[in-house]
Structure formats: C-alpha cells, structure tokens
C-alpha cells in the first residue's frame, strides 16, 4: 500500500465515531469484565445502601420474629439436635436451608444471631446494590437506584430483620447480570421454595443442556426433605392453607389490595397516602417504559403470580424480591438519565420513606421486646414450665429452651390434626400437647376470635371453663404507646395450677 494509501485510512479511522467506553456499562451487560471493581459510580451506589441499613439497625436493633425461627433451627443443628425447632422432633418449619445453615455457622461463632443474620442479609444487599448499578449506565439512573435499594420499606426491614429475602435478591440479580448465574440459579431454591422460578427462568434463556446443572441442588435437597419429613415442602405451606382458609378467589383478592397499597401497609394513612401517591405512580411509569420490559420485570410479575395462584397469605416480606426487581427493571430503562428532575423527585421520597421506615422500625420494636420478648423471658425464668404455647414463637424460641409449640403450626407437625379450620381448635391443641405455659392474646383468647386465620379457640363456654380450670393468670405484659394497635399491644401469660401454686387468678 502506498503512503498515500496510509493516510486515507489514517483519516477514514479517524472520521469514525468513538468506541463506547469499556467502563459504562450498557444495559446488555457483557458476559465478562475485565475488571468490574473499577467502576466508582456502582461502588457509590452499593456503599449507600450499605450506609443506610446500618444506620437503619442501629437506630431501630429491629428484628423479624421469622428470623429467629430459622436462628433456633440453625442452634439446635449447630448442637448436635438435627433439624428440629424442638429437640427430639423432627419439622421443616424453616423455609431456607441455605439460611439454616448460615445461622449454625453463627452458633458456633458465638455470634450473637440479630447481628449474624442482618449482617449477612445487610452484606448480601450491598452486594446486590453494586451488581445492579452495574446494569444501570446513567448517572441519574444510578441515583435513583441508590436511594431506592436504600429505603424503600420492604427491602429495609426484611434485610435488618435478618431474612434470607436479601440472598435471593442477590441470586436473581446476579443472575440477571450474568455473574455466575448457573451457581446463582442453582443456589436459589435452597434459599426459598420460591428459587425454583429463578431456575426455570434459567433453563429457558439458557437452552442448552449444561443449564441443567441448576437443577440438581433443589432436586437434591427436596428428596432429602422428603426421606427426613415426610414431604418436600415446609410445614408453613400447610399450615396456612389450613389456619388462614377461605376461598383462592379472596386470597387473590387480597393480595390485589395489598399491592394497590405500594409500598406500605396499614397505619397511618396520611403518610402512607403521600408515600403511594409519589414512588408508585413513578416506578409504574418508569417499569413500563421499554428498557424497564426485561427478566427483571418479569420474574417479578412471575414471583408474584406465584403468590396468588399458590393461595400463600399476604405478608409484606414476601414481596421483597418483586420489589427489588421491579425498582432494578425501571432504572435500567434509563428514563432517568435524561429526566433529572424525576430523579431528584425520587431522592427526596426515598428520604422521606427512610425517616417513615426508621421511626416505624423503633416503634415495632420497643413493641415486641414489651410484649413477646417480656412474656418469653417470664416463662424461661418461671419454675418447672418445660414447655409453653404461643403464637409468636421466633422471639420464644430463642429465649426459652424447653419445647415450644406454636398455634399456627409452622413448626409444630401435629398441630394440623388439631387445627383444621373447625372452632374449638385451640382447645383440642392444648388438650393433645398438655402444654405447662400459655402465651394468649386476651382481646381474642376471652372474646373467642381468632388471632390468625378464621376458625375460633373454643367450641363453647364450656371447653373456655376447662382450660381456667387447669391454668392460672400470671401476668401481663403490653405496650401503651400511641403505636400499638390494642390486639397486638398485649400478650397474658397462663400457666399449669400445679406449677403456679396459689399464685394465679382464674381467667
């Protein structure tokens, strides 16, 4: 080629535009980085989230009685007692064996089990946080990003809480981000029943036979729940078909309503209103935009699918992960990056969400130490009581060695055959368990309504007597601030006459 030659290309090269950097990331994230860790703009947004769930537990300590549950499986499998909530009896009443597993870790580390699971769960987050802002390009849509993951309710209490919400979370987006995702996919359904979506999601943008790899760690773990517990599903999808009842048409319809309630639920409706008008009128626009239109978006619509068609209860937590994805799908439709004045908007919601979350957080907490917390640390301390029946048993079981039987059945295998969705079910429970300590709610216990679910305690007058007759009032413990509602402000602790002496009054 001749010189001439030369510089005609010299000038044809240099006509052309400039390859987009390496370190903007476009919304199909490449398979491979060469070196992730170089972006500042993701590490801002996942310190921001980590900043924010540590100021949010150290203002509030809060924690999620679920979590403690799981915390009591993983202390007993730590000690030697196999998966049993009480030692001797075998029950899947954990949802995440994965979780189970972390927390046996954290017993024999002597960790304290509020600080291992939430610092997990809060790790977990910052993980996320950083993989998502990965697949997000614009400045403003990682602003966005940032404030969200870093307030929005759901997301903050079931990460501080100690959930394991926060490793599924971590699964589904680094599978949407192609980090790992086979492991990531593989990992999902020992973190959740409800992995296995995450799995098929897999297999079907996969479609190849190496995919199928995932499947084998769920497939494994079911057989072995099988051979251990009679059935490859938890207690709690049992339990609450048969405590909470009712037709599949009205467990539809309330979740419909829960979810018309974005992002909040129940109390204080003058803040609560403020809250829906703003960040759900802007991440519905923005998730329906074009870029929002992803696996994202529609495992989250396919998550929540799963809740209805399944007849599971309506539970805030439950939608922690739809939420995560659904707030990922509409910054990555990069509508924010040429309309900063709607980011800006959501940076101020997301601080008012924070301030409504941390003072909610502080109040649910000094709630439940007043209340379950108090009354569990009666019954540990209260002569002879080897064994107690409540309803709120995460809290119970943690403080209180002995055998812990609980009224929706979620830990307790023989509870079914007790329960039904017959009247008089609390009756035949005590009556078949022989309980030696009652926790009760008195506006329900002594009015003869249900706490949960839709069958009453008692039969009749008679079978109420019966249960006075056998156990004395002990003692009171409520929560009288403005917070409280009044059937969750107060628990009563009864225990067995032959244990409480003349101390006890008749109920």
Same mark, same amino acid.
């Given at each position: ?14 006509? @052309? ?187 079907? @943008? ?302």
């Amino acid at each position: 080629m001749t010189h001439s030659g030369h510089g005609a290309k010299r000038r044809a090269d240099s006509a @052309r535009p400039p390859a987009r950097r390496s370190s903007r990331l476009a919304p199909g994230w490449p398979r491979r980085l060469s070196n992730p860790f170089t972006d500042g703009g993701a590490l801002a947004v996942a310190a921001t989230v980590l900043a924010s769930r540590v100021l949010y537990l150290l203002l509030t300590r809060f924690v999620l009685d679920d979590a403690l549950i799981t915390a009591r499986y993983g202390r007993n499998l730590a000690h030697g007692l196999g998966l049993a909530f009480n030692a001797g009896e075998p029950s899947y009443g954990f949802t995440s064996p994965a979780w189970v597993a972390l927390s046996a870790v954290g017993t024999l580390l002597h960790a304290d089990p509020h600080a291992w699971l939430g610092g997990l769960a809060i790790a977990c987050d910052a993980a996320t946080a950083y993989i998502a802002a990965l697949l997000v390009v614009s400045l403003w849509g990682r602003v966005a990003l940032a404030a969200l993951l870093a307030a929005w309710p759901v997301l903050v209490t079931s990460s501080v809480g100690g959930m394991e919400t926060s490793l599924l979370g971590l699964c589904a987006v680094a599978w949407w981000g192609r980090v790992r995702p086979t492991e990531a996919a593989a990992l999902a359904p020992l973190v959740r029943p409800e992995g296995w979506l995450l799995v098929l999601a897999h297999l079907l @943008r996969e479609r190849r036979a190496s995919a199928l790899v995932a499947v084998v760690p769920g497939l494994l773990w079911h057989g072995a729940a099988w051979a251990m517990f009679g059935s490859p599903l938890p207690l709690s999808a049992e339990a609450k078909r048969i405590v909470y009842g009712g037709s599949r048409w009205d467990r539809t319809v309330s979740w419909i309503y829960h979810l018309g309630q974005l992002p909040v639920h129940e109390a204080r409706p003058w803040k609560s209103a403020m809250v829906v008008a703003s960040a759900s009128l802007w991440l519905t626009a923005l998730a329906c935009t074009r870029g929002g239109r992803s696996w994202g978006l529609g495992l989250a619509l396919g998550w929540i699918a799963c809740l209805i068609l399944a007849g599971a209860p309506v539970f805030d937590w439950y939608l922690a992960l739809p939420y995560l994805l659904i707030i990922v799908s509409a910054c990555r439709s990069e509508v924010l990056g040429r309309w900063r004045v709607g980011a800006a908007f959501l940076v101020l919601n997301a601080v008012f969400l924070f301030v409504w979350v941390a003072q909610d957080g502080i109040d649910q907490r000094r709630l439940l130490d007043r209340t379950w917390r108090d009354a569990a640390g009666y019954v540990a301390k209260f002569p002879g009581a080897k064994s107690v029946f409540a309803e709120a048993v995460g809290v119970l079981g943690w403080e209180f060695r002995g055998a812990v039987y609980d009224e929706i059945g979620i830990v307790t295998p023989r509870l079914s055959a007790f329960r039904q969705t017959s009247d008089g079910w609390y009756y035949r429970a005590v009556a078949g368990l022989r309980p030696d300590a009652l926790i009760v709610r008195p506006l329900s216990f002594y009015r003869n309504t249900p706490a949960a679910g839709v069958a009453n305690p008692f039969l009749d007058e008679s079978q109420f007597q019966e249960i006075g007759r056998e156990y004395a009032e002990m003692a009171d413990f409520r929560d009288t601030t403005q917070y409280a509602a009044p059937g969750g402000a107060w628990v009563r602790v009864l225990v067995r006459r032959d244990l409480a002496g003349a101390q006890g009054a008749t109920p």
